[in-house]
């Protein structure tokens, strides 16, 4: 069965940078493309990034742009997201997801939580 | 880009049928047969429920539908049951490739 499971969460500090990994098992890895979505502490999600099934397009949502980065690893079955520069308003869950059709996410890992404050 | 529009609540009795509206523009719901719909119990991650605006995956029972018309989407719930109870969001795909999420929608079955 498909499984997701991101790690690589915690707490930083202002300014400092933080990797996250997201593990994809249970189907071939290379021809999927993958999200990352975020959710504030009681608020809704949020679409961060997402990167083709064959790494040359990667796109990102405004508030992320030139901050973040996304890339995957084929030989490690995962994708990480490299944040930088990180604010106080990037704590939230991190989820990776799937993509299906129309940018759908069919499946979801269980989140890895990011908190930043000084 | 800004985010999609739902109403923060909804809610009805068991086996009653409800629908939640997601409205967005030209440039996301109205542009694109990309809208899917995303079920998430407390603590857990979304659930995909319907996607393409109303195909359902494989295992989403067929209580759950979806529709557009024009730059508003619709997620209808009916039968309702008790575990039917979360928060409900509308995605979209957006031109220029981004996507964007709805506020959300609470779900209370009473």
């Known amino acids: 069965q498909v499984q997701l499971v991101e790690s690589g969460g915690g707490v930083v500090q202002p300014g400092r940078s933080l990797r996250l990994s997201c593990e994809a098992a249970?189907?071939?890895?290379?021809?999927?493309?993958m999200h990352w979505v975020r959710q504030a502490p009681g608020k809704g999600l949020e679409w961060v990034a997402v990167?083709?099934?064959?790494?040359?397009?990667?796109y990102y949502a405004a508030s992320v742009k030139g901050r973040f980065t996304i890339s995957r690893d084929y030989s490690k079955n995962t994708v990480f997201l490299q944040m930088n520069s990180l604010r106080v308003e990037d704590t939230a869950v991190y989820y990776c997801?799937?993509?299906?059709?129309?940018?759908?996410?069919?499946?979801w890992g269980q989140g890895t939580l990011v908190i930043v404050s000084s | 880009q800004s985010a999609l529009t739902q109403p923060p609540s909804a809610s009805g009795s068991p086996g009653q049928s409800v629908t939640i509206s997601c409205t967005g523009t030209?440039?996301?719901?109205?542009?694109?047969?990309?809208v899917s719909w995303y079920q998430q119990h407390p603590g857990k991650a979304p659930r995909l429920i319907i996607y393409?605006?109303?195909k359902r995956p494989s295992g989403v029972p067929d209580r759950f539908s979806g529709s557009k018309s024009g730059n508003t989407a619709s997620l209808t719930v009916s039968g309702l049951q008790a575990e039917d109870e979360a928060d409900y969001y509308c995605?979209?795909?957006?031109?220029?490739?981004?996507?964007?999420f709805g506020g959300g929608t609470n779900l209370t079955v009473l």
């Open positions: 997801a799937r993509v299906n059709t129309g940018w759908s996410g069919d499946f």
């Open positions: 249970g189907f071939t890895f290379s021809d999927y493309a």
């Open positions: 990167v083709s099934k064959d790494e040359n397009n990667k």
């Open positions: 030209s440039r996301d719901v109205g542009g694109y047969n990309y």
């Open positions: 393409e605006v109303s």
């Open positions: 995605g979209s795909f957006v031109g220029g490739n981004i996507l964007v």
